[in-house]
């Protein structure tokens, strides 16, 4: 499966982004999602993940409550909506199949991703 993620911008602290992943080939409603990023000269981190079907996510400490994680099978395409975000939020995010659910690492499929720039 193919991954890209778009929907990165420039925002103030406080503000809302909502990212898309957009996925090729019919397998993406079998794929257990997440979403990665990296900050400048900082290691890859966790952000959240969602089972195949959508029925169930879940969040790295530092967005719970804040990020919401989602799908649209028939769309092939994961979402994620942030909100109140805060400048450290600042990073390059990816989309990427989970290696396994309830885990914290991505997969063999790792997508483009999509700079987001949160201003203070």
């Known amino acids: 499966v193919q991954l890209q993620a778009y929907g990165g911008g420039l925002v103030q602290a406080g503000g809302s982004l909502r990212l898309s992943c957009a996925a090729s080939?019919?397998?993406?409603?079998?794929?257990?999602m997440g979403w990665f990023r990296q900050a400048p000269g900082k290691e890859r981190e966790f952000v959240a993940a969602?089972?195949?079907?959508?029925?169930?996510?879940y969040y790295a400490d530092s967005v719970l409550g804040r990020f919401t994680i989602s799908r649209d099978n028939a769309k092939n395409t994961l979402y994620l909506q942030m909100n109140s975000l805060k400048p450290e939020d600042t990073a390059v995010y990816h989309c990427a199949v989970v290696r396994t659910y309830g885990g914290t690492s991505p997969g063999d499929y790792w997508g483009q991703g999509t700079l987001v720039t949160v201003s203070s």
């Open positions: 080939g019919r397998a993406f409603s079998s794929y257990d």
């Open positions: 969602i089972i195949w079907s959508g029925g169930s996510s």
